[in-house]
T-cell receptor, first 115, second 118 residues
Framework: DAGVIQSPRHEVTEMGQEVTLRCKPISGHNSLFWYRQTMMRGLELLIY????????DSGMPEDRFSAKMPNASFSTLKIQPSEPRDSAVYFCASRPDSYSNQPQHFGDGTRLSIL | AQTVTQSQPEMSVQEAETVTLSCTYD???????LFWYKQPPSRQMILVIRQEAYKQQNATENRFSVNFQKAAKSFSLKISDSQLGDAAMYFC???????????????FGQGTILTVHP
């Protein structure tokens, strides 16, 4: 079975540009999470979707960040405009449903570098 | 808010030996889950083992086992017969119990880098 698929694997762009990260959850999983990993702050939850609806976006750092889930098989995390401090590894994870106590399955992450 | 602390930034072990990684957490909840995730240099986040707080029996997965001390809020990972492929960053994580108004939010520790010497 395919796991969580993220693209691109690496992204390098200049400050001020728009960045879009993509995620395809595991088929049949209704819960989707976006995380950011940095040396200083470790792994932080940015936003959580259930059945395509954002449930908890309290971790989204500021208005430059936005996330959408237009359907059950696709989500995007967008940064506009990007800044060097946004450089990090961004992970997407999915789980069967909101009230499942099953573990989250992670994608391979996107390493984002903002110059 | 729940917090997870891994007090060992780095650990090392000889191949075939045993190593224990420490983790403590803070919570006022009685039902929750604890996890250990492995992150090798390839950057994947791989689930190693999972413990349900209401189960007294310590979880075991092949060479990996945990020592879960609920009263002490301690959750250590023991790796037996260490292999070169065990070298990675290891994260301890706490999850609220999913049910009612809670969705099972994961909180991670800062990680422990494990080096395995041949």
């Amino acid at each position: 079975d395919a796991g969580v698929i993220q693209s691109p694997r690496h992204e390098v762009t200049e400050m001020g540009q728009e960045v879009t990260l993509r995620c395809k959850p595991i088929s049949g999983h209704n819960s989707l999470f976006w995380y950011r990993q940095t040396m200083m702050r470790g792994l932080e939850l940015l936003i959580y979707f259930n059945n395509n609806v954002p449930i908890d976006d309290s971790g989204m750092p500021e208005d430059r960040f936005s996330a959408k889930m237009p359907n059950a098989s696709f989500s995007t995390l967008k940064i506009q405009p990007s800044e060097p401090r946004d450089s990090a590894v961004y992970f997407c994870a999915s789980r069967p449903d909101s009230y499942s106590n099953q573990p989250q399955h992670f994608g391979d992450g996107t390493r984002l570098s903002i110059l | 808010a729940q917090t997870v602390t891994q007090s060992q930034p780095e650990m090392s072990v000889q191949e075939a030996e045993t190593v224990t990684l420490s983790c403590t957490y803070d919570t006022s909840e009685s039902d929750y889950y604890l996890f250990w995730y492995k992150q090798p240099p390839s950057r994947q986040m791989i689930l190693v083992i999972r413990q349900e707080a209401y189960k007294q029996q310590n979880a075991t997965e092949n060479r990996f086992s945990v020592n879960f001390q609920k009263a002490a809020k301690s959750f250590s990972l023991k790796i037996s017969d260490s292999q070169l492929g065990d070298a990675a960053m290891y994260f301890c994580a706490y999850s609220t119990f999913a049910g009612g108004t809670s969705y099972g939010k994961l909180t991670f520790g800062q990680g422990t880098i494990l080096t395995v010497h041949p």
